[in-house]
């Protein structure tokens, strides 16, 4: 099955896609752990996209349609089937991911869209905290460790990402509106537009996803 994860920052697309990947096994596309292991690498491509996200701003197209097409591209995930999260946020992108899907003859099942208003995703984005060596994500509230700022699953040191702070979190939002919503217009023509509500809890989260998935009865 290919899928696509839409939705605000802090929507809840990670919890999603956790799911989807516990459901179906398909390949993980996230761009935000794309980008994020370039800039660990310290690479060109992650000291210009870093200098973007510090100021709460997208990575440009370009940057990030490459780093797509090559992952969808290599020759060990031609047979898989695929979930891109954080990925087309705009019309443009969207567009040009259909001729990527074209030439590869892997077109997209659903679009998942992950709806969720600002003092939800305000206070989803500021309580996060993210392990430094593994990447696991927590939640000061809605899912703390055991140990204050230590991961409960390598014992690395839990962080604050610098961009997730009330005024950068307000600025990815508009940005969000004006780019990436006209997104979900996009596939909502293609009529292959799933929404799901991203205020409720996870195991009602999970329901509605299976729900939307066994529409086309890829699952059972």
Not at 25 to 42: A, C, V, W, Y
Not at 62 to 89: A, H, Q, W
Not at 112 to 132: A, E, F, M, W
Request: net charge neutral; hydrophobic share 30%; charged share 30%.
């Amino acid at each position: 099955m290919n899928l696509i994860l839409l939705g605000p920052p802090g929507a809840g697309k990670g919890t999603l896609a956790g799911y989807i990947k516990e459901s179906l096994g398909i390949l993980h596309i996230s761009t935000g752990d794309i980008l994020r292991e370039e800039i660990k690498n310290n690479t060109d491509l992650g000291i210009e996209a870093k200098g973007f996200i510090d100021k709460g701003e997208l990575v440009p197209d370009d940057l990030v349609i490459k780093l797509i097409e090559k992952v969808l591209t290599k020759e060990s995930n031609r047979k898989l089937g695929y979930m891109l999260d954080g990925f087309p946020r705009n019309e443009s992108q969207a567009k040009k991911l259909d001729e990527i899907l074209k030439k590869i003859n892997k077109p997209i099942d659903q679009a998942l869209y992950l709806d969720s208003p600002l003092p939800i995703v305000i206070k989803r984005l500021t309580g996060r905290r993210v392990c430094r060596k593994c990447g696991a994500v927590f939640h000061v509230t809605n899912r703390p460790p055991k140990k204050q700022n230590i991961c409960d699953v390598c014992g690395g040191e839990l962080y604050q990402r610098e961009d997730d702070n009330e005024q950068t979190i307000k600025n990815r939002m508009e940005v969000y509106q004006n780019s990436t919503k006209p997104v979900v217009e996009f596939y909502k023509k293609k009529n292959i537009l799933r929404t799901l509500d991203g205020d409720q809890e996870s195991e009602s989260l999970h329901d509605d996803l299976l729900k939307a998935l066994n529409e086309d009865g890829k699952i059972h």
